[in-house]
């Protein structure tokens, strides 16, 4: 089945420098690739997603890049705030079964 | 208000007991998932369901079980066979391969 990596696992950054998660994943099919956040004791939410027709897209602060060559995706924040502190998730999925999997999670600490 | 609603937040239950956990959207889903987060192991796949009177096993089913006999609802049990029932539980729900969104979760302690 499918595997995903995420690193790291924890990242601290101060008040307007880029943060940066990277993952890995090892089906080929895969090809949905959407990033959660998750502040402590709630549900995560989708914050942005990709799919494998393009290579980056951007919102805001956020992008993502994914190139399917070496199966791998980023997530990137430019100009962190401190209310960006929180868990990430990245996970992949194949788009038709609905079926995800997820990293371990990233805990990114924007300090001031 | 379109969403995702998990009853109760917390709950605690003693060893050899089953418990239920409540899923309800009112987003018009087909799809609803469920989800147990651990510290440190992300979300695994417990169980879903594409589509009412129907769901298959996730990657650890085993010791809960389901029902999804009503479109918006999607009960979890976590029975006594589960040996270590103590987590974090997440309900999602998607329609026709697109995003998951995710419930607030219900904490599932064992005294």
């Known amino acids: 089945g499918e595997n995903v990596e995420q690193h790291p696992s924890t990242l601290s950054v101060q008040e307007g420098d880029s943060a940066v998660i990277k993952c890995t994943y090892s089906?080929?099919?895969?090809?949905?690739f959407p990033w959660y956040k998750q502040e402590l004791g709630k549900g995560p939410q989708l914050i942005i997603d990709?799919?494998?027709?393009?290579g980056e897209k951007k919102d805001q602060r956020i992008a993502v890049t994914l190139n399917k060559t070496a199966k791998h995706f980023s997530l990137h924040i430019t100009e962190t705030q401190p209310e960006d502190s929180a868990v990430y998730f990245c996970?992949?999925?194949?788009?038709?079964?609905?079926?995800?999997?997820f990293g371990t999670g990233t805990r990114l600490q924007v300090t001031l | 208000d379109g969403g995702i609603t998990q009853s109760p937040k917390y709950l605690f239950r003693k060893e050899g007991q089953n418990v239920t956990l409540s899923c309800e959207q009112n987003?018009?889903?087909?799809?609803m998932y469920w989800y147990r987060q651990d510290p440190g192991q992300g979300l695994r796949l417990i169980y879903y369901?594409?589509?009412?009177?129907?769901?298959q096993k996730g990657d650890i089913a085993e010791g809960y079980s389901v029902s999804r006999e009503k479109k918006e609802s999607f009960p979890l049990t976590v029975t006594s066979a589960q040996k270590n029932p103590t987590a974090f539980y997440l309900c999602?729900?998607?329609?026709?391969?697109?995003?998951?969104?995710f419930g607030p979760g219900t904490r599932l302690t064992v005294l």
């Open positions: 996970a992949s999925g194949d788009g038709t079964a609905s079926k995800l999997t």
């Open positions: 089906d080929s099919a895969s090809n949905y």
């Open positions: 990709i799919r494998s027709n393009v």
């Open positions: 987003l018009n889903h087909d799809a």
């Open positions: 369901s594409q589509i009412v009177n129907d769901f």
């Open positions: 999602a729900s998607n329609e026709g391969g697109d995003t998951q969104y």
